[in-house]
């Protein structure tokens, strides 16, 4: 198993840059394929971006990519998303989340997740 604690959440100004870090509990870290989703109020959770376990690959939202980078630290434990260029439909909880197999889209076949990180973007 894994535990996962998001951090870094908050209030931004559109345009500006958050980072966010998630630290895993547990010596297999590097075994699990790492994600964020993010689940604004009355939508769906959906996809942010993911990174595959020696981090060689990823994986982006359409909406995201080339303003989000997500990045692991197989060493300390830790994915981040550094974002930049928020916009406001940024705004949302974003969650950390783990899978042994599964490198995709789909929060369905993450296995673990975090409790989750209020990002707001506002005008």
């Known amino acids: 198993q894994v535990q996962l604690v998001e951090s870094g959440g908050g209030l931004v100004q559109a345009g500006g840059s958050l980072r966010l870090s998630c630290a895993a509990s547990g010596r297999s870290f590097s075994e699990y394929v790492m994600g964020w989703f993010r689940q604004a109020p009355g939508k769906e959770r959906e996809f942010v971006a993911a990174v595959s376990r020696s981090a060689r690959s990823t994986y982006y939202a359409d909406s995201v990519k080339g303003r989000f980078t997500i990045s692991r630290d197989n060493a300390k434990n830790t994915v981040r998303l550094q974002m930049n260029s928020l916009k406001l439909e940024d705004t949302a909880v974003y969650y950390c989340?783990?899978?042994?197999?599964?490198?995709?889209?789909?929060?369905?076949?993450?296995?673990?997740w975090g409790q989750g990180t209020q990002v707001t973007v506002s005008s």
């Open positions: 989340a783990a899978s042994r197999t599964y490198y995709g889209d789909s929060y369905l076949k993450y296995d673990y």
